[in-house]
């Protein structure tokens, strides 16, 4: 079984500033998907970016960016110039890339605060 | 208006009373999905189904039953609540299967006294 690994609870950061928000899971698999979802005060869950195992290139959108390493099956999220909306809860990701198997397991989140 | 929706957005009942969670979605999508949220746990798969009279356990199903008549609606039951069932209830969907986005709904925060 897969699972995923959030250490830190909690992390606090400085509008403008950059933060790192770590992740790491267990996989035997060769193939497959790792997500991170922010989920704000109001508690909607919210894709912030996606990356495909078979690709070497980290993924971006806009202020954040990943760092997979998948020999080291880490997957960091960095978001860059943090704005007070991104004051939230962070869940780090794992989808299997088998056959109709699109369940999701996720870590236990992180809660970012973002000071102003 | 189209998205996912569920419903009731809060609910407080009695231990053993039956409670069933609401869950529509406007895309078509053949996947669905019912997690709950506690804290210390993230996210917890319940129930998943891949279509229409196709469902299939996920890590924590004890206590809960699913069932999907309509493409469009996933309903959760808890047929006898429990004070460890005390959670916020979120349904997903997805598209089809492997790497689609999962859209969530606006969660269902249920407390069992």
């Known amino acids: 079984a897969q699972t995923v690994t959030q250490s830190q609870p909690e992390m606090s950061v400085q509008e403008a500033e950059t933060v790192t928000l770590s992740c790491t899971y267990d996989?035997?698999?060769?193939?497959?998907?790792l997500f991170w979802y922010k989920q704000p005060p109001s508690r909607q869950m919210i894709l912030v970016i996606r990356?495909?195992?078979?690709?070497?290139q980290n993924a971006t959108e806009n202020r954040f960016s990943v760092n997979f390493q998948k020999a080291a099956k880490s997957f960091s999220l960095k978001i860059s110039d943090s704005q007070l909306g991104d004051t939230a809860m962070y869940f780090c990701?794992?989808?299997?890339?088998?056959?109709?198997?699109?369940?999701?397991?996720f870590g236990k989140g992180i809660t970012l605060s973002v000071r102003p | 208006d189209a998205g996912i929706t569920q419903s009731p957005r809060y609910k407080i009942t009695e231990t053993g009373r039956q409670v069933t969670l609401m869950c529509h979605q406007t895309?078509?999508?053949?996947?669905m999905f019912w997690y709950r949220q506690d804290l210390g746990h993230g996210l917890r798969l319940i129930y998943y189904?891949?279509?229409?009279?196709?469902?299939d356990k996920g890590e924590v199903p004890d206590g809960y039953v699913v069932s999907r008549s309509k493409t469009e609606n996933f309903p959760l039951t808890l047929e006898s609540a429990t004070r460890s069932q005390t959670s916020v209830y979120f349904c997903?969907?997805?598209?089809?299967?492997?790497?689609?986005?999962?859209?969530f709904g606006p969660g269902t925060r249920l407390t069992v006294t």
């Open positions: 997903a969907s997805s598209e089809s299967a492997g790497n689609y986005e999962q859209y």
């Open positions: 996989t035997s698999e060769n193939n497959y998907y």
């Open positions: 990356q495909e195992a078979y690709k070497q």
């Open positions: 990701a794992f989808m299997s890339g088998f056959g109709a198997n699109s369940k999701l397991t």
């Open positions: 895309w078509s999508h053949s996947y």
């Open positions: 189904s891949a279509a229409a009279d196709i469902t």
